[in-house]
């Protein structure tokens, strides 16, 4: 575990890409989707009744769009700065190389089954792309750089990024397939606790795509 304080971990709302089953990867701005915008409302007020209002908590995001949006609504509902907020690239999701953009059914004719659908991740790598030990190195990297930052902290992530974001705070085993800890999903919309290591669900979304 690094740094001090809880981790609330939210999974960004439901985006254009997501309904038209597309791969997102590091595409810096798909909009939220009505669904999405709706998500991130309810988020928001859950947090609000969790923590109130104006809560001491560090605002941190990955840098895309989607991101950005769910969590401007979120600290509307907190009373808190959105312009405050810290974004960071490493905390971006899986990055998809050529998959980038592309329809899931396309590159499936292509290439065959991409995703496991037990476990939401994928089993094939993209060419050009990242894999989980990727992510675990450049998410390792931001956690020892704001080791030192004391309180609470609101992140805002993607599907497998935040998965493995949430493996590696709570202790979890390497899988072997993916050379990283990876927590279970959670649907778009989903937020959790995480204190000393232990994960607790706040709020489940209401998304459907896998990633």
Known sequence: M???GRYFIARHGETVFNAAGRLQGAHAHTPL???GFAQADAMGVTLRDYLGL???LTLWASDTGRALQTLAVITEHLDLDWHAARTDTRLAEIGMGDWGGRYYHDVMKDVGPILDMHTGLFSQRAPGGEWYDDIAARLQDWLDDTSGEPGDRLILMHGISSRVLRGMLTGGTT?????APVAEGLPQGSMVMIENGRETVIRSGTGHAPV
């Open 33 to 35: 989707t009505r669904a």
């Open 2 to 4: 690094n740094g001090s």
């Open 175 to 179: 899988r072997p397939d993916h050379r």
């Open 54 to 56: 104006r809560p001491a």
